[in-house]
């Protein structure tokens, strides 16, 4: 029998072992089992408008943003270190960064919020780091604005037009800028130059 050549068998093949390999880390890692590799959602659920083609018309229940809040406690940090995983990612976040030994009014140059996060110590892990900014897109939640996260599972984040938060991802087009995020309505933008202080969320583990 001739046998044919299908390179996309082969591209499926590798992409279900990647899933399968990512799920595994992320048990590992950040102690918790993501959804297999299912794509964060957005969290629209409402309908804008009569015309089907919109975000909520193709939102799976699957990829709907849930989040556990979680006592370090159980992982050797202290009673008040609440830590908060993302089901669907694995990823797991400082719930409140105050808890974390970072000053409410604090906010740091990109360096520093690297370093920040690098040296953190809290609820039983060091494994700490500066999210990129992909990981920083997954937890905002599209159906809300001012502030578009959900501020029951991560406290304390400042959200008026004018907060951003760091990302580790640099600017691509310029080095000596990062991108960085607004909770206020979800807006990423790389025209943060790394020397300006902006606000930090830390976060570990994930596929």
Known sequence: MKFKFEPYRL??????????????????????????????????WQSYTTTFGEDHDYASSVSKMSFTTYNGLVWGGTATSLVTVDNRTGLMWVTNMVDAGVPNTSSSTWEGAITLCEGLNYAG???????NIRELVSIVDFSLYSPAINTN?????????????????????SISNAFFIKFYDGLTSNSGGKSVSNYVICVRGGP
């Open 125 to 131: 892990f060091t494994d700490w780091r500066l999210p």
């Open 153 to 173: 599972y991560f406290l304390n984040t400042h959200n008026t037009s004018l907060d951003y938060y760091w990302s580790s991802s640099t600017a691509s087009n």
């Open 11 to 44: 591209i499926l093949a590798a992409f279900m072992l990647v899933c399968a390999a990512g799920t595994a880390a992320a048990v590992v890692i950040s102690t918790h089992s993501p959804a297999g590799c299912v794509f964060p959602g957005t969290n629209q």
